[in-house]
């Protein structure tokens, strides 16, 4: 076996966005793509010889391929050791778990997240450090200008390392050990969380479903729902993850889970339905007939996290991302603690995390998380909310209805328009920068614009500076219109409108959301133009 330097030009076009770097497979099948890539993060990093990597990915196309790669270029760089996933498996949050749990230098998770996958479809890959969570802004920076001064790679000729068989090999020098990718993990939620409890819920007749959507939390899910928890068998459906997710689109929302919230909104129905997606780090909750969002159910995670086990010792604070409801805020005030808003992207919350000035986090894309890990989780949300439920004895509708009763309702929507041209959304958010100062004061109905802003955020824990995360409309009661350019789309650009209307009357608790926010709806097409501008009339996508 002999280490091959193979020589190589620069592709412009590696930027890591906000979650790695993310391409159609056949971008990364081009020659040498990946391994640039790879060798860029290698060099940026400098681990000392003899370190450990931990790599996993989500299952999807080109997964086993990637892997086959990175491991014998890891051996050709000097890593002393690779924990990989059988079959190449390891969601997010467990990958985030075992680096975390093994001490590894770092770990390389394959994934595109939530984005379909298959020949033609999306491919991701993301370096994370030893604390367990994304490489910061300054690595992910020194990755891209690596990658485009890059003039050879390191390589070792030797034949596939077996994914499927547990246990030891050795690639050269570097020591392979082929890990259960679920244990660590499972062990972890143990810890975490009142499993006999649990247990005795769902013995007591209450019935779940959790949908895996063919994608990576299939196998946890089975192993922990349905094994240890005593679920009833099929309680875990699509649980076998498939490399282009049975054609779906693994995306845990009201549009894409469908076969979920059909079961969820039919007779019948279960007490509690969950979904998670591709690389199982994000999560959505629903009731019998009722849809939980997500910065509802941060607030609610936290309003009640005195009852779990994990948490019982209190928070040290929270955090949401700037375009998460405000709900969380409110129930760190109630708590006295402190309240964190960061830009988009789960790499913010780390550095607060690991200065403990944080517990819980969350953000309104579906992802919740805490400091067990440094990555959102989807499951370890779902078993928070079991939990929850197992103490309460309440069904998930009271409980937020109760929540709502006692901090108000934060109603909220986000609306995705995906594969926009590019130049048509810049323009949108140029147009909307342009309006700061006509904007401000002006009266919409019952709605007084208050400021409105580019949001930037100094990270309290390196100082760090990150500009341009989001133009924001304040209103002067609370409620707010944001608008975003995508950082993980693949195609075109992707414009997100996060529209949030506070209210404080119970009487109007019951309202749904897209009929109490429809004025505010037009509110934002007026002042965007986005209509005019883009050309498109409907969202492609409304969560
Ligand atoms: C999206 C979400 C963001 C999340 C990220 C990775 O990023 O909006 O909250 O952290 O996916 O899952 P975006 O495409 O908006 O940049
Ligand atoms: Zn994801």
């Excluded at 910065?295 to 086990?309: G, H, I, K, Y």
Aim: proline share 4%.
């Amino acid at each position: 076996m002999s280490i091959r330097t193979v020589s190589t030009r620069p592709f412009p076009d590696q930027k890591p966005g906000t979650s790695g770097l993310r391409k159609k497979v056949p971008v990364f099948q081009q020659p040498h793509y990946l391994e640039n890539f790879v060798q860029a993060i290698f060099d940026s990093i400098a681990a000392p010889q003899g370190e450990t990597l931990v790599l996993g990915g989500d299952g999807r196309y080109y997964n086993r391929t990637a892997i086959q790669i990175i491991l014998k270029m890891a051996a050709a760089n000097g890593f002393g050791k690779v924990l990989v996933g059988q079959g190449g498996i390891l969601s997010t949050p467990a990958a985030s778990c075992v680096i975390r749990k093994h001490k590894a230098f770092g770990g390389i998770i394959l994934s595109a997240s939530h984005n379909p996958g298959g020949p033609k479809e999306d491919f991701g890959i993301k370096f994370n450090s030893s604390n367990g969570g994304p490489a910061t802004e300054t690595v992910t920076e020194a990755i891209f200008a690596k990658s485009k001064s890059i003039s050879s790679y390191r390589i070792l000729d030797a034949a596939d390392v077996a994914l499927d068989r547990l246990g030891e090999t050795t690639l050269g020098s570097m020591q392979v050990q082929v890990i259960d990718p679920v244990s660590d993990y499972a062990g972890l939620m143990e810890s975490l969380f009142d499993f006999a409890a649990i247990r005795s819920l769902l013995k007591g007749g209450f019935k779940l479903k959790f949908d895996a959507m063919h994608a990576v939390n299939g196998p946890y899910a089975s192993e922990i729902i349905e094994k240890r928890l005593g679920a009833a068998p099929g309680s875990v459906m699509n649980a076998v993850p498939l490399e282009d997710f049975g054609g779906g689109h693994p995306d845990p929302n009201l549009t894409y889970a469908h076969d979920l919230v059909e079961i969820m909104y039919g007779a019948d129905a279960p007490d509690f339905g969950a979904a998670s997606d591709g690389d199982g780090d994000r999560n959505m909750i629903l009731g019998k007939r009722f849809f939980v969002t997500p910065s509802d159910s941060l607030a609610l995670l936290a309003a009640n996290a005195s009852l779990v086990r994990g948490y019982a010792q209190g928070l040290a604070g929270v955090a949401r991302s700037m375009p998460t409801s405000a709900a969380v805020d409110r129930v760190a005030r109630a708590l006295n603690i402190p309240c964190f808003e960061t830009p988009t992207g789960w790499k913010f919350f780390g550095n607060l995390m690991d200065a403990n000035k944080v517990t819980l986090c969350g953000e309104e894309s579906f992802g919740t998380g805490s400091n067990h890990v440094r990555e959102k989780d989807g499951l370890w949300a779902v078993l928070f909310w079991l939990n929850i439920l197992a103490v309460r004895k309440q069904s998930v509708e009271a409980i937020v209805r109760e929540h709502w009763a006692k901090y108000g309702r934060n109603f909220y929507s986000r609306y995705d328009y995906e594969g926009l041209p590019t130049e048509a959304a810049n323009g949108v958010m140029q147009h909307l920068r342009d309006s700061f100062a006509v904007l401000t004061g002006k009266q919409f109905g019952k709605y007084a614009v208050q400021t409105c802003d580019d949001f930037s955020y100094t990270d309290p824990v390196d100082g760090s500076l990150s500009k341009g995360q989001g133009v924001r409309i304040l209103f002067s009661d609370g409620s707010r219109i944001i608008f975003r350019l995508s950082g993980t789309g693949t195609e075109g650009a992707t414009l997100r409108v996060y529209l949030e209307a506070f209210e404080a009357d119970v009487s109007r608790h019951h309202l749904d959301a897209q009929e109490a926010l429809k004025e505010f709806i037009q509110i934002a097409l007026h002042i965007s133009e986005l209509q005019t501008r883009t050309g498109r009339d409907q969202p492609t996508v409304v969560t």
